[in-house]
T-cell receptor, first 111, second 113 residues
Framework: EDQVTQSPEALRLQEGESSSLNCSYT??????LFWYRQDPGKGPEFLFT???AGEEKEKERLKATLTKKESFLHITAPKPEDSATYLC????????????FGQGTTLQVKP | DSGVTQTPKHLITATGQRVTLRCSPR?????VYWYQQSLDQGLQFLIQ???????AKGNILERFSAQQFPDLHSELNLSSLELGDSALYFC????????????FGSGTRLTVV
């Protein structure tokens, strides 16, 4: 069964304190791995898509990496406005756009 | 504004009732997806439509149904509502039938009392 597990569930950082979020996955043929950011009461906002092991993508203070079994979202020198829930999702091989989401990591960055 | 419009934003209804949630996809997008987000289950895929036809189905309850109309807007119908159906319901859209990185709407918060 296709599955996504994110850790930790919650993370508290001081402003400027870098860290990483983990996403472990099992899927029958990976078509793509996605990272989204979700603010309270809002819809998920697309951040990155990764397609193959070794791929990396960056956006401002965020960098996503992918291996054959997991993905990491590295947050460098975070700011309070980075506080949100970060969701990881996988798309299996096939002809649908269905995504399987993890439970998310809720990040709080204190000034 | 993501370009995906969901109405209503909030809905409070009683057990046993039926409700309809509406979604207008981003201009040019042909696929519409419905997801349910509850505190204990996270984001769960319900169903996908592509250009009016059902493309994929998740663990959608038999009490739930959806359709996509010729103008590409979609409706999710929830009937015989139970307390456990209280959740955020999100619609997302993408250009084609395989995504990727699709755009989500701001959701409809359904509360069943």
């Amino acid at each position: 069964e296709d599955q996504v597990t994110q850790s930790p569930e919650a993370l508290r950082l001081q402003e400027g304190e870098s860290s990483s979020l983990n996403c472990s996955y099992t899927v029958s043929g990976l078509r793509g791995l996605f990272w989204y950011r979700q603010d309270p009461g809002k819809g998920p906002e697309f951040l990155f898509t990764l397609y193959s092991a070794g791929e990396e993508k960056e956006k401002e203070r965020l960098k996503a990496t992918l291996t054959k079994k997991e993905s990491f979202l590295h947050i460098t020198a975070p700011k309070p406005e980075d506080s949100a829930t970060y969701l990881c999702a996988v798309q299996a091989s096939g002809n649908t756009g269905k995504l399987i989401f993890g439970q998310g990591t809720t990040l709080q960055v204190k000034p | 504004d993501s370009g995906v419009t969901q109405t209503p934003k909030h809905l409070i209804t009683a057990t046993g009732q039926r409700v309809t949630l509406r979604c207008s996809p981003r201009s040019g997008d042909l696929s519409v997806y419905w997801y349910q987000q509850s505190l204990d289950q996270g984001l769960q895929f319900l169903i996908q439509y592509y250009n009016g036809e059902e493309r994929a189905k998740g663990n959608i309850l038999e009490r739930f149904s959806a359709q996509q109309f010729p103008d590409l807007h979609s409706e999710l119908n929830l009937s015989s509502l139970e307390l456990g159906d209280s959740a955020l319901y999100f619609c997302a859209s993408s250009v084609d039938d395989t995504g990727p990185g699709y755009t989500f709407g701001s959701g409809t918060r359904l509360t069943v009392v």
